[in-house]
């Protein structure tokens, strides 16, 4: 590279060492699967040919690990008995082919839903009956 281009060096969280160090413009493909799972700090100091720095944070979140889902508990729910929990737990795969089995977590009818259908259900009755008094 030529020295009129700017130099970047990159930090995640609160490393000494940067994981790369690059002249401008590049194209960078960070490797998330080298970090833990949650949140982290992508730190990127930028140098110019004449020795001024910037400096840039960007906040993220790795998730890497399976996804958990579950259905019938939520966070600071207040709970008494016995609880009935459905739990699943999925991996994304391998980026290149879709994981169809255990990707997709069951879940149950939500009630709205059987008002719905009652309230249809009790109208087809009742169109049915008026509708035969008619004739």
């Keep these: 590279m030529t020295k009129d ?10 490393d000494s060492v940067p994981i790369a160090e690059l002249d401008t413009p590049i194209v960078f493909d960070l490797d ?3 970090l833990t799972d949650g949140e982290h ?3 990127i100091v930028s140098q110019s040919p004449t020795g001024r720095e910037g400096i840039r944070n960007i906040s993220f979140t790795v998730a890497n690990g399976p996804a958990i ?8 729910d207040v709970v008494d ?7 699943n737990a999925y991996d994304k795969g391998n980026q290149k082919s879709f994981i169809i089995t255990g990707s997709e ?16 259900i009790g109208w087809a009755l009742y169109y049915e009956v008026t509708s035969a008094n008619i004739q």
């Design 5 to 14: 281009s700017s130099k970047i060096f990159l930090f995640v969280d609160d």
């Design 32 to 34: 998330t699967k080298k």
């Design 41 to 43: 700090i992508l730190k």
């Design 69 to 76: 889902r579950i259905e019938g508990l939520k966070n600071k």
């Design 81 to 87: 008995g016995t609880v009935s929990l459905m739990i």
């Design 105 to 120: 977590t069951p879940q149950t009818i939500p009630f709205w839903i059987w008002i719905i259908i009652i309230l249809f």
